[in-house]
């Protein structure tokens, strides 16, 4: 009960200033860790004013309850200051409101540029500008301040005691880089996950050199607070969506008249308010100063649901790319929901991306049967990662997309090997914890490290998202505030890093298809000929030995085929073919390594002029048109026949494929295939060239004398109302 008290005081002071000690209160100043930095005895020495532990408590801490893998001198000065942040993290985010305070923000910054530099030995800069000895003052003048700042007249702080006092407080010029961010964000879910942690600093950094600003961090900090209090408000002003349970809205547009939604349905449109939460889309139609109905789509429940960009505009006309198009059994026709701007397609970019997180992660969620906390654990990740992604929109106005996404499980299935991804987080969710007590053996420190909690679940619960009720949870516990264990490098990371090593390649090989496509018709078919110039040499050479221009080699040709078939080798051509083709490729690969591949080098026809090219179109589309009918015809007529609408012609096909059954019952099929090829090779031999001519326009005119089937087009009904 002791410790539950002192803990609920420590919270409750954790962002209040007091303006002097209390009577008596042991004001012994921190002593600095020597192998540690400057920076890092400053982030650790505010880490034990918050946890009420002095530094030597907690290096023992850590000496006692880490293993001895973390423990090695090379990592120990950065395992160490990991053990101290991530205990603090924990602590710090039992409050709901850690977001909107700049000291929290500074002070994970600073556990950022600490973990860059956690070892003293590597204060080079710190080395020169400081001698030793001023150095070591300047430590205990900082870590004094932090206990005695409370004699000026703004009181102390938990995280900073004084801006001019802090003796090793952050210069501005300094920055953090991909590796200390990748590292420390993740320690709290709502700022960072594992899995899109990269993708974040990049974000974060596109416009400052791939270093991150303390200026730049704090504003999406900022941000972020912002967006989960909006969402927080907008769930208490949807009364009109009925929302279930556990259901929380993620994002509404369509409030501002001059950015409206407007719902495409057939050819009819209505402007309104579009909301998204973690189960469905809700669409309400704008009425006569007040909101219809809302029509649910549901994006939880196996539907068979398709949400893809689409073209829309007046009248069913597909004129402007702003539109996303869901479709799913459930409704009779696709819905087209299109975000009006006046440049780009910002709107709709961002509002596919969400969406299809959503999707995604009830798709997996059926597809690995993830059930109770492991369902919850799941669309709470989904859920953060959307408020992160709207986060960085709405403060950078930056919106990443691919391989480059915010949100988890759109990465997972953009990146190369995703499924990967995927089954790692499964594997972790199998081992969720649903209560506090848990099953290991130890001290509280030792169950973080063996048990996995859903942080992301719990996350939301103290934002005031949702409600515990089906875990056994002890308010009084401490859990981990984020995805990040110490000394251990999470599996999810390493399968991302691995995925993104082969996006690299992905993106690379890409990147020259982009540099050969060509555009025109013409160009393009003169592009293929000439890449299928050897196959179609070959098969214009057979051709010529069919027509028997040269009797010797045509007889020759004919002579070997047959020998070739009679012997049974013809089963080990494609074989032969393939080991050939193998043997090229590893022929060109051991004398060419390392030479440039020589560019394809062809003449591109005479350039066209836009009224050619459309001409040139339009002959293309009628070929097509030509060659389709064709394939009609041909099909009504096998129609007629099997019903027998000109009888003689159905008797003699009938006696035909008769005759043909017996001849594949007891001739072997190699004889069968010999005499096809004679059949056709000697076709045009001089004393065949007559009789195959008439044996031909006899066929032919047997085939025109045939009736097609009937065929009755029947026109849709119109009046059929929509919605």
């Known amino acids: ?234 769930m208490g002003a949807s009364s009109n969506l009925q929302l279930v349970e556990g259901e929380i809205v993620l994002d509404v547009d369509g409030t501002i008249p001059t950015q409206p939604v407007l719902q495409h349905i057939g050819i009819s449109a209505w402007p309104g308010r579009l909301t998204l939460t973690n189960y469905s889309l809700y669409f309400e139609s704008l009425g006569v100063g007040l909101y219809d109905k809302p029509v649910r789509y549901d994006l939880s429940m196996d539907q068979k649901q398709v949400i893809k960009p689409e073209l829309t505009g007046p009248l069913g006309a597909r004129l402007f790319d702003k539109a996303v198009m869901y479709k799913s059994t459930a409704i009779s026709e696709p819905v087209h929901l299109e975000f009006p701007e006046f440049k780009g397609s910002s709107r709709r970019d961002y509002w596919l991306d969400i969406c299809l997180e959503i999707l995604r992660v009830h798709r997996d969620i059926r597809k690995y049967n993830l059930k109770g906390v492991q369902q919850s654990e799941a669309i709470s990740r989904a859920v953060l990662g959307v408020f992160r992604c709207r986060a960085v929109k709405e403060a950078f106005h930056i919106l990443s997309s691919n391989y480059k996404t915010l949100l988890p499980f759109n990465l997972a299935e953009s990146l190369p090997g995703g499924d990967t991804i995927l089954e790692t987080l499964t594997s972790q969710l199998a081992f969720l914890s649903t209560s506090t007590q848990g099953n290991a053996s130890g001290t509280a420190c030792t169950k973080q490290l063996l048990i996995v909690y859903p942080v992301s679940l719990l996350t939301l619960s103290k934002f005031g998202f949702i409600a515990l009720k089906d875990l056994n949870w002890d308010g009084e516990a401490s859990y981990p505030a984020g995805y990040v264990r110490v000394g251990v490098v999470d599996p999810l990371e390493v399968v991302v890093k691995q995925s993104k090593l082969n996006t690299g390649k992905a993106e690379a090989a890409q990147a020259t298809v982009d540099q050969v ?132 012609a159905t008797e003699r096909v009938a006696v035909m494929l008769v005759l043909a059954a017996g001849l594949f019952a007891l001739i072997p099929l190699k004889h069968i295939i010999l005499l096809a090829l004679l059949e056709a090779f000697t076709r045009e031999m001089p004393l065949r060239r007559d009789s195959s001519y008439r044996w031909l326009r006899r066929v032919r005119e047997w085939w025109f004398r045939i009736p097609a089937a009937p065929v009755q087009l029947i026109k849709p009904d119109d009046s059929k109302k929509r919605r």
């Open 1 to 234: 009960m002791e410790n539950k008290v002192r803990l609920l005081e420590n919270i409750k002071t954790m962002f209040q200033r007091r303006n002097s000690n209390a009577p008596g209160e042991d004001c012994n100043s921190p002593k600095p860790i020597p192998i540690l930095s400057t920076i890092a005895n400053s982030v650790v020495a505010r880490c034990s004013k918050i946890l009420e532990m002095s530094t030597e408590q907690l290096q023992n801490c850590f000496d006692a309850e880490m293993p001895d893998s973390v423990q090695q001198s090379i990592t120990y000065a950065r395992s160490l200051l990991e053990f101290c942040s991530c205990k603090t993290l924990s602590v710090v985010t039992m409050r709901s409101d850690y977001l909107g305070n700049k000291e929290f923000r500074r002070l994970m910054y600073d556990m950022m540029l600490a973990w860059e530099t956690p070892g003293a030995e590597g204060e080079s800069m710190h080395k020169a500008r400081q001698s030793p000895s001023a150095e070591g003052e300047s430590i205990h003048k900082a870590i004094a301040s932090s206990n005695q700042g409370g004699e000026d007249e703004e009181g102390w702080s938990l995280f900073y005691s004084s801006s001019t006092d802090m003796a090793v407080q952050v210069d501005d010029k300094k920055t953090v880089g991909p590796d200390a961010f990748c590292r420390i964000a993740p320690a709290c879910a709502a700022v960072a996950d594992v899995i899109t942690a990269e993708n974040l600093f990049d974000s974060l950094t596109s416009a400052s050199g791939h270093r991150l600003h303390f200026l730049i961090f704090d504003k999406y900090l900022q941000t972020l607070d912002r967006v989960l209090k909006s969402a927080k408000n907008l």
């Open 517 to 648: 496509k060509v555009d025109g018709i013409d160009t393009n078919l003169a592009v293929m000929k000439e890449l299928l110039f050897p196959v179609i040499s070959v098969a214009n050479y057979i051709q010529h030995l069919a027509s028997w221009e040269e009797p010797l080699k045509s007889a020759v040709f004919v002579v070997v085929m047959c020998y070739t078939i009679l012997s049974g080798w013809i089963g080990y051509i494609l074989p032969s073919l393939l080991v050939f083709l193998a043997v090229l490729m590893l022929w060109r690969r051991h004398f060419n390594e390392g030479k440039p591949v020589k560019a394809f080098k062809m003449t591109p026809p005479p350039n066209r002029n836009a009224v050619e090219q459309l001409i040139t179109l339009q002959e293309a589309i009628a070929q097509v048109e030509a060659l389709i009918q064709s394939g009609n015809v041909i099909l009504l007529k096998i129609r007629a026949l099997l019903f027998a609408l000109l009888p003689q």
